[in-house]
C-alpha cells in the first residue's frame, strides 16, 4: 500500500468524526450506559450527550452507513486495519471483521453476510451500522424523534475498579515518545493519542489528539544511498505533484542537526498536510500532519514546537520517553487472532500476519498453515506423505533428507522433518514441523537459501516462542480446506473454454495464475514449472513462428545459457505445429522449455511448458504430458 493510501485510510479510521463543542466526557463510574444517536442524512449526531458533526450517514441497499470512527468516538472500541483492506472493530471480547469492497464480515469468528459492504467515501470509511454495532454487543432502536438510538453497557474490564493500582497512570511523567528499535523520538504533549500501525511493523505510526482535530503519522523504510535535504525535498514535491496535491511551502535544511526536508501543501479536499523527510541511521524517515481546522497553510505554524521536536534518536535512559517497540533482542511477536497463534519473528521481516507468511530480505521463508485432518489419519501418514511429495517433485540429486525427529512444539509432540532441496542455483535448508490436534493439522514450514545460512540458527528460537491455542481453530472454522502438497498428483479436472472451443485436462495439483477459460491468457504454475494457453486473433500462425524464431535468434546471441534444442514441424490437436524445444538457465535454475504454435479456425494458439531440469521427475512430467495429450478442439 502505497503512502497516499495509508495517510487516508489510517486518518479516516482515527478520526470520523469532527468535534463541535469539547470532547466527549467519559461516563462516569455510576452511568455504565454509553450511548450514541444519529439520523439519517443528518451531519449531527449526539455522543453521550454531546453534540459532534460526523460525516453524514446514507443508505445503501436499505442498510444505513456510518463513519467507522464514530465506533471509537461512541464507545472507545479500537479500529485497527489489518492488511490493505481489513478492518477491525474491536470492543471487549468481540470482534467485527470488515474487508473493504465486500459484503461479507466476520463477528467473532462466525461468517456474516451483509446487505452493503463497507467503501471509502471522500476518504472517509463508511460501514454499515447494524452489523458492526450489534456485533460489539451495542443495542439498536429508534426513539420517538426518529433518531437511531445505540447503546451498549460499559465493559467489565472498563468499569471503574475499587483497586487503587488500576488508577496507576502508565503514561505518568512520559513527556517524550518514540521508538527505540527504528531510532526515533518526538515530544509527547498532553492529550496525543496513539492510534495504530498498518501492518505488525513498527514501520508505521499514526497519532491524533484527544479532541480529534489533528492528525500525525512516522514511517520509516530502508535507504540505503545517502540523500541530503535538497534529495528529499525533491522527492517530497515530486510526490505531492503525483498525488494532486499544491505545494504551498517548501524549505530544505541542510544545515540543521539531522538534515531534512519540509512543505506544506493542500490536498484535492482542501485539507493542509505538512510533510517532512530525515535521512539518519540507514533509514528515511517520514513525517505527515494535518490540522483540520486549518484555513490557511500558516495555521500549521502553531503546531511547529511539536514537528520540530522530532529527533532520529531514541534515548533509552531517559526515564521521560515512553517506548512504542516492542522488539525484544532484535525479534517481533506476532498473533493470528483466527487461529489462535503467535510466534516470535525477526523485527525486520516482511510481515503478513493475515496470511501467516514471514520473509527476510535474504530470502528466509517462514510459513504456517491450518487445515483439516483426513478422517482416521495419523501423524506419520502425514510424514511419510510429504516425504513422498519431495520425491514426487525432485529428481534425486537434486534434493535429499537429513534428519526426522519428534519434539515437543507449542504443548504438542511435532513431527520435525529436515531435508534439503536445489533448483540449482544453491541448495535451501527446509525445515516442516507437523502437529496434529482437535481434528486440525498445523503446518509450519522454515526454508533457509544458503545464500542466508545464518538463519538457521533462528529456527529453535522460532519454535521455542511458537503458542497455539488449539481450540481457537475449531471455535471459528467448520471444515478447512486440504492441504495442497497431499493432493493426488494424478488426478485431474477437465476445463473447456466456449469462446475458443478447446478442452484440456488440468492436474488438480497445479495451481492457477490466470485460469479463465474464456480470456486471451489461461497460466498455471506447479513446483518448478509453468504451464500457458496464448490465444490471439490479430496476428496469424505465420507472423507468431516467426517472432518466435527472432525472439530465440536474438536470445541465443545475447544471453550464453539459452539455446534453442529442436525445432520441428509437428500434429497437435489435430493441427500442422511448430514445436520449438529449448534450455536455458535463469538465475542460476536451468530448465527445458517447450512451445507449440499452431492455428484452428483462424486464431493463433501458443502453448508453453516449462520444467527446471531438477524437478523432471517422471511424475511431473506425466502430468504435463496427460494436459498436452488431452488438448483438443470441441465438435
Avoid at 92 to 119: C, F, N, Q, R, Y
Avoid at 438 to 451: F, K, Q, V
Amino acid at each position: 500500500m502505497n503512502t497516499r493510501m495509508i495517510r487516508i485510510i489510517t486518518t479516516a479510521l482515527l478520526t470520523g468524526t469532527v468535534v463541535l463543542s469539547s470532547a466527549a466526557q467519559p461516563a462516569a463510574a455510576s452511568d455504565l450506559v454509553e450511548e450514541l444517536r444519529l439520523k439519517t442524512g443528518s451531519q449531527t449526531a449526539t455522543i453521550n450527550g454531546e453534540k459532534q458533526t460526523i460525516h453524514t450517514p446514507y443508505v445503501e441497499q436499505g442498510t444505513l452507513m456510518v463513519p467507522v470512527g464514530i465506533f471509537k468516538k461512541a464507545f472507545n472500541s479500537e479500529i485497527r486495519l489489518s492488511g490493505e483492506d481489513v478492518v477491525k472493530v474491536m470492543d471487549g471480547p468481540h470482534t467485527v471483521a470488515l474487508t473493504i469492497g465486500s459484503k461479507t464480515a466476520w463477528i467473532d469468528g462466525a461468517k456474516v453476510e451483509m446487505a452493503a459492504a463497507p467503501k471509502m467515501v471522500k476518504d472517509v470509511l463508511m460501514v454499515p451500522l447494524r452489523p458492526v454495532a450489534a456485533g460489539i454487543g451495542a443495542s439498536l432502536h429508534k426513539s420517538d424523534h426518529g433518531e437511531l438510538v445505540i447503546r451498549m453497557k460499559v465493559n467489565d474490564a472498563e468499569a471503574p475498579q475499587e483497586d487503587p493500582e488500576s488508577d496507576i497512570d502508565t503514561d505518568l511523567g512520559k513527556t517524550k515518545i518514540g521508538n527505540s528499535y527504528y531510532e526515533w523520538s518526538m515530544n509527547y504533549p498532553t492529550g496525543l493519542i496513539v492510534g495504530g500501525s498498518y501492518n505488525e511493523s513498527e514501520d508505521f505510526t499514526s497519532f491524533m489528539n484527544a479532541e480529534g482535530t489533528y492528525y500525525l503519522e512516522v514511517l520509516v523504510s530502508d535507504q540505503e544511498v545517502e540523500l541530503d535535504a535538497e534529495d528529499m525535498l525533491q522527492q517530497l514535491v515530486q510526490d505531492a505533484k503525483d498525488m494532486g496535491e499544491t505545494v504551498m511551502d517548501r524549505e530544505a535544511l541542510g544545515e540543521a542537526v539531522t538534515p531534512y526536508a519540509r512543505i506544506v501543501t493542500k490536498d484535492s479536499d482542501g485539507m493542509f498536510w505538512e510533510a517532512r523527510q530525515y535521512y539518519d541511521n540507514g533509514h528515511l524517515y517520514e513525517v505527515y500532519f494535518s490540522d483540520y481546522e486549518a484555513v490557511n497553510y500558516k495555521d500549521l505554524q502553531k503546531h511547529a514546537p511539536l514537528l520540530n521536536s522530532f529527533r532520529t534518536s531514541f534515548n533509552t535512559s531517559d526515564t521521560r520517553m515512553k517506548d512504542l517497540s516492542t522488539v525484544e533482542n532484535g525479534m517481533s511477536t506476532v498473533y493470528n487472532e483466527d487461529y489462535g497463534i503467535s510466534l516470535s519473528v525477526p523485527a525486520e521481516w516482511d510481515k503478513d500476519n493475515q496470511s501467516l507468511v514471514y520473509e527476510s530480505e535474504e530470502g528466509t521463508h517462514l510459513s504456517l498453515q491450518v487445515t483439516s485432518a483426513p478422517e482416521g489419519a495419523s501423524l506419520k501418514d502425514w510424514s511419510d506423505k510429504l516425504n513422498q511429495w519431495m520425491r514426487d517433485v525432485f529428481v534425486e540429486e537434486a534434493h535429499r533428507e537429513v534428519d526426522s525427529y519428534t519434539l515437543n512444539v507449542a504443548g504438542k509432540d511435532a513431527q520435525v522433518n529436515q531435508f534439503q532441496y536445489n533448483f540449482g542455483d544453491g541448495w535451501t535448508t527446509e525445515y516442516n514441523v507437523l502437529i496434529q490436534e482437535n481434528g486440525y493439522r498445523y503446518y509450519l514450514e522454515y526454508a533457509i537459501p544458503e545464500t542466508a545460512a545464518a538463519d538457521e540458527s533462528l529456527f529453535e528460537e522460532i519454535l521455542a516462542s511458537l503458542e497455539i491455542d488449539y481450540d481457537t481453530v475449531s471455535e471459528n472454522f467448520g471444515k478447512l480446506g486440504e492441504d495442497p502438497y497431499l493432493v493426488n498428483k494424478s488426478s485431474m479436472i477437465t476445463r473447456t473454454s466456449k469462446t475458443y472451443g478447446y478442452t484440456l485436462d488440468i492436474p488438480r495439483y497445479w495451481t492457477p495464475v490466470e485460469n479463465r477459460f474464456e480470456s486471451t491468457i489461461v497460466a498455471y504454475q506447479f513446483t518448478g514449472g509453468f504451464f500457458s494457453i496464448h490465444v490471439d486473433k490479430e496476428v496469424s500462425v505465420e507472423m507468431a513462428v516467426s517472432q518466435l524464431r527472432e525472439s530465440y535468434a536474438e536470445a541465443a546471441q545475447s544471453r550464453k545459457d539459452f539455446r534453442v534444442t529442436d525445432t520441428k514441424n509437428v500434429t497437435f490437436a489435430g493441427q500442422p505445429t511448430t514445436e520449438f524445444t529449448y534450455h536455458e538457465v535463469e538465475r542460476g535454475v536451468p530448465m527445458q522449455g517447450r512451445q507449440l504454435v499452431f492455428e484452428h479456425d483462424g486464431i493463433t494458439y501458443t502453448v508453453t511448458a516449462v520444467l527446471n531440469d531438477a524437478n523432471r521427475t517422471e511424475v511431473q512430467l506425466n502430468a504435463l504430458s496427460k494436459t498436452l495429450e488431452s488438448f483438443s478442439f470441441n465438435k
